[in-house]
């Protein structure tokens, strides 16, 4: 018994492995796993290797229009047009006539269940007035992500022009925009989600390409790809007790093999990993000369912190605030920090900030308050 008790304090001991450390021995060319609330890379195998993504290209393209409807540019009950260039797209589709029109929910549905290439040319050519301009914001965008190994050609992913030779990302960069993209936009999930529906009135039948939606518990989508140039690809994602993990392979040889690689990603992820989002009281900090006597410090944001599911039973919080503050005090002024512990380590830094603003109280104001305690006293 005592040497059991010295063994399982030696492994209490030992350090946090990195991920790269972690050897999964994947079938694929690249993978990543992505922590979406964080971005924390849980896991990375040829992370940052550009590599043809096949119609996981769609992830981006699905960003951009959910982008336009969220600000208002394009609705979900707008119809779109089909162009000649839509309707002569290739690979997946749900085989648009020139001049059909669609609405925009319906469009969105066909690219996030069935990788409707046609759909995904009409909605660029929707948003930007053609593909080519389209595939310009995708690279603004993907820049704007830090996505830093990635060129787009096109919005669908297609290799078989010569042009298509240099349309490549990376695992990272796909597990980059397929996070901005479930965090910002969480209406994608109600298309990412479906397994079967239907269009045109229910004429035209879809089914996901992605089989983790109906087989992995909490699957929250998201793109697969084929080509014979970029093989099997997928960004997948699902959410258990509140932490959404982002799965990316890259390059494998059957569509099999990327989804077994993708659950095997998941499960390490969800078995070996935990969000808790810290819960600081509000304090009250006196403040001097100021129009109020106090100012709630609170968390500047609702930051979630990672941890190892180890780790848990052992996380505390410390909190540190400035004893008094001079007016005037600005909404967001730092006022403190809180730390998140595991045992003595600092795992992250919270801010705590100021609520709201505080006027410093003019001569007058103050000149009246003496009066009154004045007037007290007597």
């Not at 769609?58 to 707008?78: C, F, P």
């Not at 983790?212 to 690809?233: D, N």
């Not at 998140?340 to 830094?349: F, N, R, T």
Request: contains cysteine; aromatic residues 6%; glycine residues 6%.
């Amino acid at each position: 018994m005592k040497r059991l008790l010295c063994l399982l304090c030696a492994l209490l001991l030992l350090p946090i492995l990195p991920v790269s450390a972690v050897d999964m021995d994947l079938p694929a060319k690249s993978a990543v796993l992505l922590d979406a609330a964080t971005g924390t890379l849980l896991y990375e195998q040829n992370a940052h290797t550009p590599l043809a993504p096949a119609s996981v290209t769609k992830v981006m393209t699905m960003l951009l229009i959910m982008e336009a409807i969220d600000s208002g540019r394009i609705g979900w009950d707008d119809t779109v047009t089909t162009s000649e260039s839509a309707a002569a797209k290739g690979g997946s589709q749900v085989y648009l006539k020139v001049g059909e029109t669609m609405a925009v929910s319906d469009m969105v549905k066909s690219i996030a269940v069935s990788s409707a290439n046609d759909c995904a040319c009409a909605m660029a050519e929707h948003i930007a007035g053609s593909e080519s301009a389209f595939v310009d914001m995708m690279n603004s965008r993907a820049k704007e992500l830090g996505m830093d190994n990635t060129h787009f050609v096109n919005c669908t992913g297609l290799d078989d022009d010569p042009a298509a030779k240099d349309h490549k990302t990376t695992a990272y960069d796909i597990a980059l925009m397929s996070a901005e993209l479930l965090k910002n936009h969480p209406d994608i999930k109600k298309f990412t989600t479906i397994w079967m529906d239907t269009v045109r009135n229910g004429a035209f039948g879809l089914s996901n390409t992605n089989k983790l939606v109906r087989f992995y518990p909490g699957a929250t989508g998201l793109k697969t790809g084929f080509t014979s140039q970029a093989g099997y690809c997928l960004s997948s994602s699902a959410m258990r007790e509140d932490m959404e993990l982002i799965a990316v392979v890259m390059g494998c040889e059957s569509s099999k093999e990327r989804f077994a690689a993708c659950k095997q990603l998941l499960d390490y992820g969800f078995a070996t990993y935990a969000l808790i989002t810290p819960q600081a009281e509000t304090a009250k900090i006196p403040v001097k000369l100021g129009i109020a006597d106090t100012v709630n410090a609170v968390p500047a944001g609702e930051e979630a912190v990672l941890i190892e599911k180890a780790q848990k039973s052992g996380i505390h919080q410390q909190v540190e605030l400035t004893d008094t503050v001079d007016a005037p005090v600005s909404k967001g002024q730092r006022l403190g920090t809180l730390y998140i512990k595991a045992e003595d380590q600092v795992l992250k830094e919270i801010p705590l900030v100021a609520e709201e603003s505080v006027p410093r109280l003019t001569f007058g104001q103050i000149w009246r308050r003496v009066l009154q305690k004045l007037a007290m006293v007597a």
